[in-house]
């Protein structure tokens, strides 16, 4: 589990400016798990817990990845969708079935490495699916205008373009801006100043 409130660490160690930077990530993380406790059906602001699971918050950042990343204009169909394998279960993921995205419902599928990842605008690779599988799915995304997001360790040394990072305390992501500068994506200026990390600026 993972604290939500803990995103606000102890400030008074660290300068101005990385205080400035953990204040826009804790206001950015409360804004993902307000939106998914609506979509989970919360009748009130009162009704999000202060403890989300990974699962959720990974579930809520992978939506607003879809809502600050630009794609190329012939990217899309009817929907927006968010491909990922198919374990471990990741029932969280639902809860932004049909939620809007780029101005276009969003789609979840789950699939085999073996099918096609041309319906795919992202792709969540779970770290149960280890750094060996995780090659061959980036390798079947590469050259796509496929945005690839991971949890698994070193990601983005592997060619992917977001890791998500857990401490046991907070979740945050690092961004490698080359690989998705290869397939064709932009990240907006906003996600981009709350990564923990972005590599090829």
């Given at each position: 589990m993972?604290?939500?409130?803990?995103?606000?660490?102890?400030?008074?160690?660290?300068?101005?400016s990385t205080r400035l930077r953990f204040a826009k990530i804790r206001h950015f993380i409360i804004g993902l798990i307000i939106a998914i406790a609506s979509t989970l059906g919360s009748a009130s602001l009162a009704s999000a817990q202060p403890i989300a699971s990974e699962q959720t918050l990974t579930a809520a950042f992978l939506y607003n990845f879809l809502k600050f990343t630009e794609w190329p204009d012939d990217a899309f169909d009817n929907e927006v969708t968010i491909c990922t394998s198919i374990k471990p279960e990741f029932e969280e993921l639902d809860a932004i079935l049909g939620r809007i995205a780029q101005n276009k419902p969003v789609g979840i599928k789950r699939i085999t490495n073996q099918q096609s990842l041309n319906s795919c605008q992202l792709l969540f690779l779970p770290r149960e699916e280890g750094m060996q599988h995780v090659h061959e799915w980036l390798s079947a995304a590469a050259d796509k205008p496929i945005l690839t997001v991971s949890n698994v360790n070193?990601?983005?040394?592997a060619g992917g373009m977001i890791q998500l990072n857990n401490d046991g305390k907070n979740l945050s992501?690092?961004?490698?801006?080359?690989?998705?500068?290869?397939?064709?994506?932009?990240?907006?200026?906003?996600?981009?100043?709350?990564?923990?990390?972005?590599?090829?600026?």
């Open positions: 993972i604290v939500f409130h803990s995103v606000s660490i102890d400030l008074n160690s660290i300068c101005l070193d990601f983005l040394d992501f690092s961004i490698n801006l080359e690989y998705a500068r290869r397939a064709g994506l932009k990240f907006s200026a906003q996600l981009l100043q709350i990564a923990r990390q972005v590599r090829g600026r």
